[in-house]
T-cell receptor, first 115, second 113 residues
Framework: DAGVTQSPTHLIKTRGQQVTLRCSPK?????VSWYQQALGQGPQFIFQ???????QRGNFPDRFSGHQFPNYSSELNVNALLLGDSALYLC??????????????FGNGTRLTVT | QQQVKQSPQSLIVQKGGISIINCAYE??????FPWYQQFPGKGPALLIA?????SEKKEGRFTISFNKSAKQFSLHIMDSQPGDSATYFC????????????FGAGTRLAVHP
């Protein structure tokens, strides 16, 4: 049973560029959340997608956007990259509309470096 | 802004010892308090979780203690093993129905043989 898969695993971009990260949720899961984890810090919630719509959003600028597809996979897009966007981007999936007691399963992340 | 504060930042324990990690939160409107374990190069994995109406939960060598009046909760790892060496995050899920996690900053645990 495949867990949460993310691609690519590593990515190097230049300031001002745009990037797209991809996530396939665990089989049977319908909700996808994205988190940003800066080095040495805890993950920070970016947003959550359910039924192909953004349901919740954290304190991130509009440069961060996302999408969920009918097969529940998701993309995270970041425009106009800044050096401060360098981080590990984690995708997490859960089931049944992601109520509080539905455990989150995390992927291994995409390491984004902005130079 | 809802926050979860975690301490210590790093912890060194001898094999067989007890590891204790503490967290405190600043808002009472949380439904659930999970702990996550993260190994280098991996995503966080759910370790154990507790609801605010329960004072203690034990799963194997891992125990959560919860003090609602003090807005504090802690993770105890009994008989710590070198394989427990990882970063541990406490988290809280705000009330509202959907499991958006508010994470602490993490504790890097090293268990020496």
């Amino acid at each position: 049973d495949a867990g949460v898969t993310q691609s690519p695993t590593h990515l190097i971009k230049t300031r001002g560029q745009q990037v797209t990260l991809r996530c396939s949720p665990k089989s049977g899961h319908d909700t996808v959340s994205w988190y940003q984890q800066a080095l040495g810090q805890g993950p920070q919630f970016i947003f959550q997608y359910y039924e192909e719509e953004e349901r919740q959003r954290g304190n991130f600028p509009d440069r961060f956007s996302g999408h969920q597809f009918p097969n529940y996979s998701s993309e995270l897009n970041v425009n106009a990259l800044l050096l401060g966007d360098s981080a590990l981007y984690l995708c997490a999936s859960s089931s049944t509309g992601a109520r509080w007691n539905s455990p989150l399963h995390f992927g291994n992340g995409t390491r984004l470096t902005v130079t | 802004q809802q926050q979860v504060k975690q301490s210590p930042q790093s912890l060194i324990v001898q094999k067989g010892g007890i590891s204790i990690i503490n967290c405190a939160y600043e808002n009472t409107a949380f439904d659930y308090f999970p702990w996550y374990q993260q190994f280098p190069g991996k995503g966080p994995a759910l370790l154990i979780a507790i609801r605010p109406d329960v004072s203690e939960k034990k799963e194997g060598r891992f125990t959560i203690s919860f003090n609602k009046s003090a807005k504090q909760f802690s993770l105890h790892i009994m008989d710590s093993q070198p394989g427990d060496s990882a970063t541990y995050f406490c988290a809280a899920i705000p009330s509202g129905g959907y499991n958006k996690l508010i994470f602490g900053a993490g504790t890097r645990l090293a268990v020496h043989p």
